[in-house]
């Protein structure tokens, strides 16, 4: 029983760890300089999150829109998108997916 405990607090740091981590992530890749809060270009978090919501129960949908993201496909042709590596735009979308918080 010890080791079911064990197991479903582990569980539960690694959830709320990738979710700092991703937003740590936003951070060193500049994405807070448009998308915070503010009245900057970018949309919001919030705004990202209800936007791609809709792709909570796709598989690879987070690889998907990464490369489109980096591509230039979504938004506009944004450098700071086309810089990111393939697996930090998908690690970014995935957070965006679950709600970006």
């Given at each position: 029983m010890k080791s079911f405990y064990f197991f479903t607090l582990a569980l539960l740091l690694l959830i709320t760890g990738n979710a700092h981590a991703d937003r740590q992530l936003a951070i060193r890749n500049g994405c807070m300089s448009c998308h915070a809060d503010t009245d900057l270009d970018g949309p919001s978090w919030?705004?990202?999150?209800?936007?791609?919501?809709?792709?909570?129960?796709?598989?690879?949908?987070?690889?998907?829109?990464?490369?489109?993201?980096?591509?230039?496909?979504?938004?506009?042709?944004?450098?700071?998108?086309?810089?990111?590596?393939?697996?930090?735009a998908t690690e970014l979308m995935q957070?965006?997916?679950?709600?970006?918080?």
């Open positions: 919030p705004e990202l999150a209800a936007k791609y919501e809709k792709y909570q129960s796709q598989v690879n949908a987070a690889t998907i829109q990464g490369e489109k993201l980096r591509q230039g496909k979504l938004f506009k042709n944004i450098k700071a998108h086309k810089k990111l590596s393939p697996t930090s957070w965006i997916i679950d709600g970006a918080n």
